[in-house]
Structures are given as structure tokens and as C-alpha cells.
């Protein structure tokens, strides 16, 4: 069901963006005068730690695609020891179909920066850095504006957090990058935010412990911190009365989410409804069914990287057990895109791959080699031109480069396999109709009598 709760829909206010005439930035008097900031001198008044077990017990999962606990993140830090601590902000949302953080930063920037001071104070960290994908010109134009307003009402700043109420004093800045997809990783993220080219790094050790400038660092979703805002102001009971618990004794899928379709749909956006809901209903429902009146014929779930959801999968549940109940990677950013009857997957599968082999940061030779060679597979069979052969050894490649395989230091090779191989398996016919037989060539021996 969709969300209908009016006080979550003013804190995390997709719906009321249904109508194009009416969508305007929320500056800070807007935000404060619907209670904004509120939660802030709300969670100045707990101790650090109160806040953290509120969002571990909220089990407030990661809206930036990995799902991983937020509150149990938080827990991975060290103790302060009188240096610089981070958080960055992951505004980088490069995954292609995903456009859901975009509406925060359009529409409600105070919301997110409440979420940053929040929590930079839970963990106490002292500076934050917003990393906003290169693209995003418009967007990084509102969040500095918001970012001036927050620093002019003494938000931020050496004064402490709103004005004072606290000493501990949070600096805010916004990172715009260079436009690379890998960034999206968050130890790429780290180093560019340092200067760096977008290079993943091995872990461990893992940033909470040896981040940015080699320092314990938090990295967030903007949607994951818009959450806390609501979860302070109602508690961890009431977010978990929202969403759903696993179905296969998984972790619990609770929350609101941001769910932006796009594809063959006759109505795409964001909307914000309930984990769990059914892909049928998120389409029928809330995007006014498929294109045209044509049949459905796949989506993928949560961006790229994750797979597709076949013909016989519409019914499929958008929580996190998806991975693991109908053979894709996970749930991602929960942004599907739907493809109709007509849809060439093969096409698709070309596309996809040309993409990742374009975003592949060279930097693990099985990723940028394998890459490459993925795409002149795909497009051997597009045109025609490949043989059952070719289509073994694209689904050999697909299965043996990546994290999972061991062979790879982040997960973007994962994420072109789990496309490519998910499309092939389950749009296998389409494959095979454009595949020529192969034949052994006859060996000749030269000079034989």
C-alpha cells in the first residue's frame, strides 16, 4: 500500500511533487515554519549513543543500493580521539534508471542537511562533505543555496550545531565530481573527494576505521539520512510499522521507500510507497499500467547493475529478499525500469554492456579486459554475425570476473555480470535466434596422399 501517513509525506515529501506547477524548492523559513530542525534540537537533547540504537533499531537498511543496517554502520567507528572524523554524503547516483535522491535535493535540500547534522552528531563527526555527481549542476546550485542558508542561521559552523544549542560544531561542504560512475563505490567516492582519480580501494581496511584522508569516515545515501529525520521524531516502532518482514527469515524490510520508474509506463516518477509492495501494483497502481495497453515483459529491479526480473516475475515483491527469491543481485536503488512485448533484450543486453564497459575505471584487468570483450560479444550477436560459440563464452565471461568470483577490488564487474547474465538466462530464446550453429572446422593435413 502506498505510504499515507501526512506527517511522513511532510518529512519525506515525494507525493506532494505529483503536480509540476507546484513543485518548488523548500528553502530554510518554508522548512522551519512545517517544523524543520525540530528533530535536530530534538536529537541534540538525546546523547550521541541514544540515537544511534534508535536508527539500529529502526533496522533503517541503506537506500543507496547495498541495503546494508545504517545504525549498525554508525556502530563500525572507532572511538573519537581529538582528529577529524567524516561523513560524505553519496549524492553521486550514477546507477542508470535512478533518479529518486535528485527529487530530495531538488525539492527538500533542509531535509537532507538536518539528516547530515543529525548525523554528524550521533557519531561525532566534525565535517561533512556532499558529493553530488558532475551532472548535477542544477542540483549542486540548491544544495549550496540550502548550504548557505543552514551556515547563515547557524546550522553549521565553528558557533556548534543550531546556533549553539550544542558545542559540538559540524562543517558542511558540497563536492561536486567529475562525472564517473565508479565514484557511485564509496571508497571511489573517497578519493575523489580527496582529488584522486575515481579509483575503488581494497578493503579492509573499511572507511569507518581508515576513510577520507585516512581517517574513520561514515559513508551515507541522501535518502538513507532524509530517514533519520522522521525516525527521531516518531521512533523506531513506528518506522517498522511500515514495510515488511522477510518472507525467506532474512533481515526485515521496514520503512518507506523512494521507488522511481521509468521505461514503458504510462505515468513515470518517484513515489513513495511501502517495502514489499508488489512491481504489478507499484505499475498498475501507481504508474497507470503499462504503456499502450502492451503486455509486461521484464524490468530491472533497482538499477543496472542488478539484474532483470523476467516475464513470469511482475508479481515480484521490491524489498531486499528480491536477490535471493527471484535471481537478482538485490534490490538496488528500487528504481525499475520496465521494458513492454516489443522490447529487443538483446538490444538491451548491448546497451547495458556498452555502458559498463565505458564506466570500468581500468583498474583490475579482468574488469577492464572482460568488459570489453562482453560488448563485442553482445554486438557479434545483435548483428547476427556470432555463433552458439560466442554465446558460450559471453555467459563463461559473465560468470567469472567480479567480488563474488574474487577477481575484482569493487563490485562493478558484478554488477555488468549480473545484468548480462540474468537477460541472457532469461531471455535465452532471443539469444539463440540470433546465433548461428557452430562447426568444428575440419583439420586439412597438407601433403597427405
Same mark, same amino acid.
Given at each position: 500500500?502506498?505510504?499515507?501517513?501526512?506527517?511522513?509525506?511532510?518529512?519525506?515529501?515525494?507525493?506532494?511533487?505529483?503536480?509540476?506547477?507546484?513543485?518548488?524548492?523548500?528553502?530554510?523559513?518554508?522548512?522551519?515554519?512545517?517544523?524543520?530542525?525540530?528533530?535536530?534540537?530534538?536529537?541534540?537533547?538525546?546523547?550521541?549513543?541514544?540515537?544511534?540504537?534508535?536508527?539500529?533499531?529502526?533496522?533503517?537498511?541503506?537506500?543507496?543500493?547495498? *541495503?546494508?543496517?545504517?545504525?549498525?554502520?554508525?556502530?563500525?567507528?572507532?572511538?573519537?580521539?581529538?582528529?577529524?572524523?567524516?561523513?560524505?554524503?553519496?549524492?553521486?547516483?550514477?546507477?542508470?534508471?535512478?533518479?529518486?535522491?535528485?527529487?530530495?535535493?531538488?525539492?527538500?535540500?533542509?531535509?537532507?542537511?538536518? *539528516?547530515?547534522?543529525?548525523?554528524?552528531?550521533?557519531?561525532?563527526?566534525?565535517?561533512?562533505?556532499?558529493?553530488?555527481?558532475?551532472?548535477?549542476?542544477?542540483?549542486?546550485?540548491?544544495?549550496?543555496?540550502?548550504?548557505?542558508?543552514?551556515?547563515?542561521?547557524?546550522?553549521?559552523?565553528?558557533?556548534?550545531?543550531?546556533?549553539?544549542?550544542?558545542?559540538?560544531?559540524?562543517?558542511?561542504?558540497?563536492?561536486?565530481?567529475?562525472?564517473?560512475?565508479?565514484?557511485?563505490?564509496?571508497?571511489?567516492?573517497?578519493?575523489?573527494?580527496?582529488?584522486?582519480?575515481?579509483?575503488?580501494?581494497?578493503?579492509?581496511?573499511?572507511?569507518?576505521?581508515?576513510?577520507?584522508?585516512?581517517?574513520?569516515?561514515?559513508?551515507?545515501?541522501?535518502?538513507?539520512?532524509?530517514?533519520?529525520?522522521?525516525?527521531?521524531?516518531?521512533?523506531?516502532?513506528?518506522?517498522? *510499522?511500515?514495510?515488511?518482514?522477510?518472507?525467506?527469515?532474512?533481515?526485515?524490510?521496514?520503512?518507506?521507500?523512494?521507488?522511481?520508474?521509468?521505461?514503458?509506463?504510462?505515468?513515470?516518477?518517484?513515489?513513495?510507497?511501502?517495502?514489499?509492495?508488489?512491481?504489478?501494483?507499484?505499475?498498475?497502481?501507481?504508474?497507470?499500467?503499462?504503456?499502450?495497453?502492451?503486455?509486461?515483459?521484464?524490468?530491472?529491479?533497482?538499477?543496472?547493475?542488478?539484474?532483470?526480473?523476467?516475464?513470469?516475475?511482475?508479481?515480484?515483491?521490491?524489498?531486499?529478499?528480491?536477490?535471493?527469491?527471484?535471481?537478482?543481485? *538485490?534490490?538496488?536503488?528500487?528504481?525499475?525500469?520496465?521494458?513492454?512485448?516489443?522490447?529487443?533484450?538483446?538490444?538491451?543486453?548491448?546497451?547495458?554492456?556498452?555502458?559498463?564497459?565505458?564506466?570500468?575505471?581500468?583498474?583490475?584487468?579482468?574488469?577492464?579486459?572482460?568488459?570489453?570483450?562482453?560488448?563485442?560479444?553482445?554486438?557479434?550477436?545483435?548483428?547476427?554475425?556470432?555463433?552458439?560459440?560466442?554465446?558460450?563464452?559471453?555467459?563463461?565471461?559473465?560468470?567469472?570476473?567480479?567480488?563474488?568470483?574474487?577477481?575484482?577490488?569493487?563490485?562493478?564487474?558484478?554488477?555488468?555480470?549480473?545484468?548480462?547474465?540474468?537477460?541472457?538466462?532469461?531471455?535465452?530464446?532471443?539469444?539463440?535466434?540470433?546465433?548461428?550453429?557452430?562447426?568444428?572446422?575440419?583439420?586439412?593435413?597438407?601433403?597427405?596422399?
Amino acid at each position: 500500500m502506498p505510504v499515507t501517513d501526512p506527517v511522513l509525506l511532510k518529512r519525506i515529501p515525494t507525493a506532494p511533487w505529483g503536480d509540476p506547477k507546484k513543485r518548488t524548492i523548500v528553502g530554510y523559513d518554508e522548512y522551519v515554519r512545517s517544523g524543520g530542525y525540530t528533530m535536530l534540537e530534538k536529537a541534540l537533547g538525546m546523547t550521541p549513543e541514544a540515537i544511534v540504537t534508535e536508527v539500529k533499531d529502526s533496522v533503517l537498511r541503506g537506500r543507496g543500493g547495498a *541495503g546494508f543496517p545504517c545504525g549498525v554502520k554508525w556502530t563500525f567507528l572507532p572511538p573519537p580521539d581529538g582528529g577529524r572524523r567524516y561523513l560524505a554524503v553519496n549524492c553521486d547516483e550514477a546507477e542508470p534508471g535512478t533518479f529518486k535522491d535528485r527529487l530530495l535535493v531538488d525539492f527538500d535540500p533542509h531535509l537532507v542537511l538536518e *539528516g547530515i547534522a543529525i548525523a554528524c552528531y550521533a557519531c561525532r563527526l566534525d565535517t561533512a562533505y556532499f558529493f553530488i555527481r558532475g551532472e548535477y549542476r542544477h542540483q549542486a546550485k540548491v544544495m549550496e543555496n540550502a548550504l548557505r542558508e543552514a551556515y547563515d542561521k547557524g546550522i553549521f559552523g565553528t558557533g556548534g550545531l543550531l546556533g549553539g544549542t550544542s558545542d559540538f560544531a559540524v562543517e558542511c561542504y558540497v563536492h561536486r565530481g567529475a562525472g564517473a560512475y565508479i565514484c557511485g563505490e564509496e571508497t571511489g567516492l573517497l578519493e575523489a573527494i580527496e582529488g584522486k582519480r575515481g579509483w575503488p580501494r581494497i578493503k579492509p581496511p573499511f572507511p569507518a576505521v581508515k576513510g577520507l584522508f585516512g581517517r574513520p569516515t561514515i559513508v551515507n545515501n541522501v535518502e538513507t539520512l532524509a530517514a533519520v529525520v522522521p525516525i527521531i521524531e516518531h521512533g523506531a516502532d513506528w518506522w517498522k *510499522g511500515m514495510g515488511c518482514e522477510s518472507s525467506i527469515g532474512g533481515p526485515p524490510s521496514f520503512g518507506p521507500k523512494l521507488m522511481g520508474v521509468s521505461g514503458h509506463v504510462n505515468t513515470p516518477g518517484v513515489f513513495e510507497v511501502d517495502l514489499g509492495i508488489p512491481l504489478r501494483t507499484l505499475v498498475e497502481t501507481h504508474c497507470g499500467g503499462m504503456r499502450g495497453g502492451k503486455k509486461f515483459k521484464g524490468a530491472i529491479a533497482g538499477g543496472v547493475s542488478m539484474g532483470i526480473l523476467g516475464p513470469d516475475q511482475y508479481d515480484a515483491e521490491m524489498d531486499f529478499d528480491i536477490g535471493r527469491k527471484y535471481e537478482v543481485m *538485490g534490490l538496488g536503488t528500487a528504481c525499475p525500469t520496465v521494458f513492454d512485448e516489443d522490447t529487443d533484450m538483446v538490444a538491451v543486453a548491448r546497451n547495458i554492456s556498452r555502458f559498463f564497459k565505458n564506466e570500468s575505471c581500468g583498474q583490475c584487468t579482468p574488469c577492464r579486459e572482460g568488459a570489453q570483450w562482453m560488448f563485442k560479444l553482445l554486438s557479434r550477436i545483435e548483428r547476427g554475425d556470432a555463433t552458439t560459440k560466442d554465446l558460450d563464452l559471453l555467459l563463461e565471461l559473465a560468470g567469472s570476473m567480479g567480488i563474488m568470483p574474487g577477481t575484482t577490488i569493487c563490485g562493478l564487474a558484478d554488477g555488468h555480470n549480473w545484468a548480462v547474465r540474468t537477460i541472457v538466462n532469461k531471455y535465452l530464446p532471443e539469444f539463440e535466434a540470433r546465433v548461428k550453429p557452430y562447426h568444428v572446422p575440419v583439420s586439412v593435413t597438407v601433403g597427405a596422399s
